[in-house]
């Protein structure tokens, strides 16, 4: 076995057992097992317990990401102050200076791809267990955590005809239908990359100040907007059918959470956060405290000794001065 494959092994028999977990309670309650709706359903229950388990990481991403917006105006009169300074002290006080705004605002560049990142490993192993199926069958083998007759059962399962392990690409196995396998594929990957599309473009749209889209980096934000769907999409035409359900319903996921947090938790200077102090102006409630970063109250104090520090560090470079 690859590294790669060794590493995924654990991730692909906890996929398998969780999805094999469900397949047993829905059969248990009448389902018939080797339905595919059955499994599909099964694949959906995987989805709801990864993306339960990733709500507090979820928090923190949103947490980062909004960081990351407040601090892009600080961030930009930082870049110009050492604009044109190349030297070691400046560089080392513009970090020493960064660090500080990222502490401020409770955030970093990597936090918001916690979510992603922690998924990754999951999406891969349930795309080689789907993917694997057929295979798995022939060789007279069980895949993950399910025995060669379950392997046997998810392989001839299938849902308006089309078998869970085919795709775009590849088909499905001898007798299957291609048109329909070809039909519901492409329905399930302009599914898959509008909702990630709608998701990012609703945040972009709603929960951003303008100081934020005027940002660099937002500028590379609208670039993957458009970049991560061409991507998925470009990738879906290989991935079983099997594994587009499961990616179509976490963006269905993601984009729910996203809506309840622009709704209720907006970034400060938003349209989504003038929205919400209208609602509450209209109910006579008082403004609503916003998610977000620390307090400037609690760091004002640390941030300027850290900027008094580095100009410190600066000074002793100005020998010239007593040269007359």
């Known amino acids: 076995m690859d590294i790669f494959g060794?590493?995924?092994?654990?991730?692909?028999?906890?996929?398998?057992?969780?999805?094999?977990?469900?397949?047993?309670?829905?059969?248990?309650?009448?389902?018939?097992?080797?339905?595919?709706?059955?499994?599909?359903?099964?694949?959906?229950g995987l989805v709801l317990v990864i993306r339960a388990a990733l709500i507090p990481v979820f928090v923190k991403q949103i947490k980062a990401q909004r960081g990351m917006q407040l601090l892009q105006p600080d961030l930009k009169k930082m870049q110009a102050k050492y604009k044109g300074k190349t030297d070691q002290l400046s560089r080392q006080a513009m970090a020493q200076e960064q660090m500080a705004l990222y502490k401020k605002h409770g955030t970093n560049p990597f936090s918001a791809c916690l979510p992603m990142l922690i998924q990754m490993p999951f999406f891969f192993a349930l795309f080689q267990v789907l993917s694997g199926i057929t295979q798995a069958r022939q060789a007279g083998q069980g895949i993950g955590a399910l025995s060669h007759e379950q392997v046997v059962q998810f392989d001839e399962s299938s849902i308006f005809g089309a078998p869970l392990s085919a795709s775009l690409l590849h088909g499905g196995p001898a007798g299957t239908d291609q048109t329909v396998v070809w039909i519901l594929s492409i329905v399930m990957i302009l599914a898959m990359t509008a909702s990630q599309f709608i998701t990012q473009k609703q945040i972009m749209a709603k929960n951003m100040s303008e100081e934020a889209m005027a940002s660099p980096f937002m500028r590379q934000q609208k670039m993957m907007l458009y970049i991560l769907p061409l991507v998925f999409g470009v990738g879906g035409i290989n991935f079983p059918i099997g594994v587009l359900i499961y990616w179509t319903t976490t963006n269905l996921w993601?984009?729910?959470?996203?809506?309840?947090?622009?709704r209720r938790m907006p970034t400060p200077g938003s349209p989504a956060a003038k929205a919400l102090a209208e609602r509450r102006a209209a109910k006579g409630l008082p403004s609503h405290p916003l998610l977000g970063g620390k307090k400037d109250a609690d760091v004002a104090a640390e941030v300027a000794a850290v900027e008094v520090k580095a100009q410190q560090r600066i000074q002793p470079?100005?020998?010239?001065?007593?040269?007359?």
């Open 254 to 262: 993601t984009m729910g959470q996203q809506f309840f947090v622009i």
């Open 6 to 44: 060794t590493i995924l092994a654990p991730f692909k028999w906890l996929v398998s057992a969780i999805m094999l977990g469900f397949h047993d309670g829905l059969s248990f309650i009448g389902l018939p097992p080797e339905n595919g709706w059955t499994w599909t359903l099964s694949i959906i």
């Open 317 to 324: 470079q100005r020998k010239n001065r007593k040269k007359k």
